[in-house]
């Protein structure tokens, strides 16, 4: 997935999701609570046997089947759309304008990785997150990658820049996955600090994200 690239003040060049590079038009984690796993003991029963369900309870605190939590795992082509909610970001990011897209993969071991379409490789576009399931069909991603920026550092023997760390960017998802689990839906925030946990800026929009499979062409990724 390719995404035009604008004039965009490159303040935040290394900012995960490409906040620095946008269109001229425009611009949880699973797991298992500790306190939930206790050794089984022997209770003895009056009357005829009976299978119980158990389950494994989430560190959210709720419960949900193997097969409802499974339900997220998988390869996805995501998108994310600014909502105009923006801060130390000059000029701002306009309401519908494309902030980022990607392919993400949402692991069974509660754990997810991202392939930055906005950010080029020589900056790092892989990201890493965790996540949970927080209700019916609904899922939290807490996610942080290394932020550089591009446009600064030492200079390299064609006189052009290696980049420069600038912090943590915090990215966090709360998507709903559609009940035939082919697509999800949801908002995302994402915050930027440098090494000092100074705030630099902060972004809002929506997600959506669409699945992946062994059929899908090429054709419905763009």
């Known amino acids: 997935m390719r995404i035009?690239?604008?004039?965009?003040?490159?303040?935040?060049?290394?900012?995960?999701?490409?906040?620095?590079?946008?269109?001229?038009?425009?611009?949880?984690?699973?797991?298992?609570?500790?306190?939930?796993?206790?050794?089984?003991?022997?209770?003895?029963?009056?009357?005829?046997?009976?299978?119980?369900?158990?389950?494994?309870?989430?560190?959210?605190?709720?419960?949900?089947?193997?097969?409802?939590?499974?339900?997220?795992?998988?390869?996805?082509?995501?998108?994310?759309?600014?909502?105009?909610?923006?801060s130390g970001i000059p000029g701002g990011v306009p309401k519908g304008a494309p902030v980022d897209a990607g392919y993400s993969q949402w692991h069974s071991d509660g754990t997810e990785i991202m392939n930055s379409g906005g950010r080029a490789p020589n900056t790092g576009d892989f990201c890493l997150g965790v996540w949970a399931q927080v209700g019916p069909h609904q899922y939290r991603l807490n996610h942080f990658a290394a932020a550089w920026d591009p446009t600064k550092g030492e200079l390299d023997s064609a006189g052009n820049p290696v980049g420069a760390l600038v912090g943590p960017a915090n990215i966090k998802e709360l998507v709903t996955l559609s009940p035939d689990g082919n697509s999800f839906a949801g908002s995302f925030s994402i915050d930027q600090y440098d090494e000092s946990n100074n705030h630099l800026a902060h972004l809002e929009g929506t997600i959506t994200g669409t699945r992946i499979t062994v059929n899908t062409q090429p054709s419905s990724v763009f």
Request: overall charge negative; aromatic content about 10%; proline content about 5%.
């Open 4 to 86: 035009g690239i604008g004039k965009f003040v490159p303040m935040l060049g290394g900012f995960v999701l490409a906040l620095a590079f946008v269109p001229n038009a425009l611009a949880a984690c699973g797991g298992l609570s500790s306190s939930l796993v206790q050794p089984s003991s022997w209770q003895p029963q009056v009357g005829r046997t009976m299978l119980l369900r158990a389950s494994l309870a989430l560190s959210s605190g709720r419960e949900y089947d193997d097969d409802e939590n499974a339900a997220i795992v998988g390869f996805w082509h995501v998108k994310f759309v600014s909502d105009g909610i923006s």
